[in-house]
């Protein structure tokens, strides 16, 4: 079991930044990639962003806008999120998988309980 708390969400207006993060707990050991999602009232999860190892990946979106880095020491994932818009409202969930490195939320296996975010225009 992995257990994930995420913090560092809040209301923002549009251009702020906020930095979420994400840290793990339990068997971390066991984690391959971190993922950072989004859903929208009435929208299904979407892809942010992931990491595995040093490599990072960010949906088309957020790409030159967020950065995901890492805390190795403090099992933690950060999400840095510059330049926001209205449309990034969501809560924001992080996410691990044991052997996946893609952008198909069903293939994460352990979810945190979601942090808002909202960018007020």
């Known amino acids: 079991q992995v257990q994930l708390v995420e913090s560092g969400g809040g209301l923002v207006q549009a251009g702020g930044s906020l930095r979420l993060s994400c840290t793990a707990s339990?068997?971390?050991?066991?984690?391959?990639?971190m993922g950072w999602f989004r859903q929208a009232p009435g929208k299904e999860r979407e892809f942010v962003g992931s990491?595995?190892?040093?490599?990072?990946d960010y949906a088309d979106s957020v790409k030159g806008r967020f950065t995901i880095s890492r805390d190795n020491a403090k099992n933690t994932v950060y999400l840095q999120m510059n330049s926001l818009k209205p449309e990034d409202t969501a809560v924001y969930y992080c996410?691990?998988?044991?052997?996946?490195?893609?952008?198909?939320?069903?293939?994460?296996?352990?979810w945190g309980q979601g942090t808002q975010v909202t960018v007020s225009s």
């Open positions: 990491i595995r190892a040093y490599y990072a």
């Open positions: 996410g691990t998988s044991q052997d996946y490195s893609g952008r198909d939320y069903d293939r994460y296996n352990y």
């Open positions: 339990g068997r971390t050991f066991s984690i391959y990639t």
